[in-house]
């Protein structure tokens, strides 16, 4: 093969690498903490045609980790990019209700503003930090 050739191959090969493959969303997030004070790390990984999170630690309100019953929850299932840091069109699962909701997500830098909606009702479930 012409060495030309090769690497208009390899090109079209990582050019069509898929559009998650290197999202911003991706990582690690400290979610907002709930009614007892707890808090878990939720994270965002490629799932099929969009992205996915799941709590992978959990911590009580004085911060030391504890096995809750939310530990292994998936609470965002093929959420998609929308343009401009917006993201939508999957579902938000509240792991203490197990209800799901079209999820709403703003990534601003390290933070995630984090929301769902139902029937064109949205509601705000807090600001999510990205865990270092």
């Not at 050739?5 to 903490?33: E, I, K, N």
């Not at 009614?35 to 878990?40: Q, V």
């Not at 709590?55 to 609470?75: C, I, K």
């Not at 929308?82 to 579902?91: A, F, L, S």
Request: hydrophobic letters at 40%; aromatic letters at 6%.
């Amino acid at each position: 093969m012409k060495p030309a050739v090769a690497l208009a191959l390899a090109t079209l090969a990582f050019s069509a690498a898929p559009t998650w493959a290197a999202d911003p969303l991706a990582g690690t997030w400290r979610t907002q903490p709930g009614k007892d004070g707890g808090f878990g790390h939720v994270e965002i990984l490629p799932c099929g045609k969009g992205l996915c999170g799941t709590v992978v630690r959990t911590f009580d309100a004085a911060g030391h980790a504890v096995a809750a019953s939310d530990l292994g929850a998936s609470v965002l299932a093929d959420v998609l990019p929308t343009g401009g840091g917006t993201y939508g069109k999957g579902r938000i699962i509240n792991p203490e209700t197990g209800r799901g909701y079209t999820a709403r997500l703003t990534l601003r830098g390290d933070l995630l503003d984090v929301g769902g909606c139902v029937m064109m009702i949205c509601r705000n479930a807090g600001t999510w930090q990205r865990v270092r």
